[in-house]
């Protein structure tokens, strides 16, 4: 979409301050967009990686914690749950305080916790150290564009990064459950009902994830330059968060609960309080000095199509996808959990090429247009997936889950370049927050909402992940060419 006058004239002046910008963190000297690329590429897919290992093992680790049904969605929520509350928080110090700084924060603490991670041994620790890993995740996700963007200032350039690293949020995603599921039979401990038996391979699983994390923020060390804002000494939004955070644990809370009984008072209390607390948020934040996320960003076209188009994604695409592999295991296809990574790898992989390679027509067609076209056929993969759930063939699936991975490639090249191109430079970080929040809110709602109609049958979360992805595209399209 063609920049007006007034966001030439922010971006410019964006630029002088960026080039008169004094702060001690800049000795450390220029950036290097290609070591650059590469160090937050691979934190972003140890990341996804960690996000998504625990999809393979849920069955196993739900029988070995002894976790009802009911509580089954925060073994899977625990993380993006704590990403969803902190990436806005994460965004804003990422720009005012220095986004080298906050990447390398996140990636030390998901390394730490990551390891913690290995030693839960009840759904309550494990779900503990999964909201410490979403914080740290928080951190890495939202300074790694910010230094992106900061490294390759715009054009042709920006448009290969922020693809490229789309691409590798698709890695992160296909290798997660890839590593689970080869590392689930190795060595075997404990005896059923301790809390050991059958979790050697999974903990083995976050030694090597905790490992890998480690080592990207010693390259960090060496390879990152300093940036942020010109403006700094900004305080954290801390009602802000708290606020956010408590209509998210509200809002998560009712949908759980709502697998045992949608009219129970209880969840609709919950719902009104997530309501209610909303909209506390939205009032902190047009009073607060230095808000989580400019509530004026919202008036840009380009931000609510970034913004509800990661809403969306994380509904009907990431949520369905999240239980997918259990619902292969456990429904009537009874799937080995190795055969069930490479069929999960087959969608996210699919993704992977896409994202990689879709940044070629970046220059010819409009990102808004990608997010359409990416929820039409990630809709329509999920559709082909149809009755495949309950005990069709193998070859049955794999159209489906093709044509759903070329979907989810399209939204996720598109969505990081959305999310900095539309908005001001100086607040690139904060627009990286602001887009993957959206993400994780709606996967965490999805992830829920899809445990819930899984207990009617998959064909009925699946139906639900189609509809929302038609829904996404119809609302990114407005959200694009109204105005406010």
């Known amino acids: 979409m063609p920049k007006t006058a007034t966001a030439i004239a922010t971006a410019t002046a ?16 220029a950036p290097r967009p290609g070591a650059t690329l590469a160090v937050t590429s691979a934190a972003t897919a140890l990341t996804l990686m960690n996000y998504t290992a625990p999809m393979l093992t849920l069955p196993a680790m739900s029988a070995a914690f002894g976790t009802p049904a009911s509580a089954q969605a925060w073994l899977l929520n625990g993380t993006p749950l704590g990403l969803a509350v902190l990436l806005l928080v994460a965004g804003s110090l990422a720009d005012a305080h220095g986004r080298r700084r906050v990447f390398l924060l996140g990636t030390v603490a998901l390394g730490v916790t990551t390891a913690l991670g290995a030693l839960a041994g009840s759904t309550l620790t494990f779900t503990l150290a999964r909201i410490a890993q979403g914080a740290a995740s928080a951190a890495v996700l939202a300074a790694s564009l910010g230094l992106i963007a900061h490294a390759h200032p715009g054009g042709a350039a920006r448009i290969r990064a922020t693809g490229v690293w789309g691409a590798f949020v698709s890695a992160g995603i296909a290798l997660g459950p890839l590593l689970a599921g080869g590392l689930s039979g190795l060595g075997e401990v404990g005896e059923p009902g301790d809390g050991l038996g059958g979790l050697a391979g999974w903990r083995l699983t976050y030694g090597v994830l905790a490992a890998g994390t480690l080592v990207a923020a010693a390259f960090g060390v060496r390879a990152l330059a300093e940036s942020r804002a010109p403006r700094t000494g900004r305080r954290v939004d801390l009602a802000g968060a708290l606020t956010l955070g408590l209509a998210l644990a509200a809002a998560l809370t009712a949908l759980t609960l709502g697998r045992d009984g949608w009219l129970r008072p209880s969840v609709g209390l919950l719902l009104l309080a997530a309501a209610v607390l909303t909209v506390l948020f939205v009032i902190v934040e047009r009073r607060v000095r230095a808000p989580m996320i400019d509530l004026a960003l919202f008036r840009r076209p380009a931000f609510r199509a970034a913004t509800a188009g990661a809403l969306f994604t994380g509904l009907g695409v990431i949520g369905f996808f999240s239980v997918l592999p259990a619902l292969l295991q456990h429904g009537g296809a009874g799937l080995a959990p190795l055969t069930t990574a490479w069929l999960f790898l087959l969608w996210s992989g699919t993704a992977f090429v896409v994202a990689l390679q879709v940044r ?23 559709l082909a997936l149809f009755g ?13 889950l093709t044509v759903a ?14 999310a900095v191109d539309s908005v001001p430079q100086e607040r690139a970080a904060m627009g990286s927050g602001a887009n993957n929040t959206a993400r994780y809110i709606g996967s965490s709602a999805g992830v829920a909402l899809s445990l819930a109609l899984a207990t009617a049958g998959p064909d009925a ?11 996404g595209a119809v609302v990114t399209s407005l959200a694009q060419t109204t105005s406010r």
Not at 405 to 418: D, E, F, H, I, K
């Open 14 to 29: 964006t630029a002088t301050a960026t080039a008169t910008d004094s702060s001690p963190a800049r000795e450390i000297g």
């Open 360 to 382: 070629r027509l970046a220059g010819r067609i409009p990102a808004t247009y990608q997010l359409v076209l990416g929820f039409v056929l990630s809709a329509a993969g999920v």
């Open 388 to 400: 495949a759930l309950e005990g069709g063939s193998v070859l049955r699936l794999l159209p489906g």
């Open 405 to 418: 991975g070329v979907g989810s490639g399209l939204l996720n090249a598109a969505l990081p370049r959305l």
């Open 461 to 471: 979360a699946l139906l639900a992940s189609a509809a929302l992805g038609l829904a």
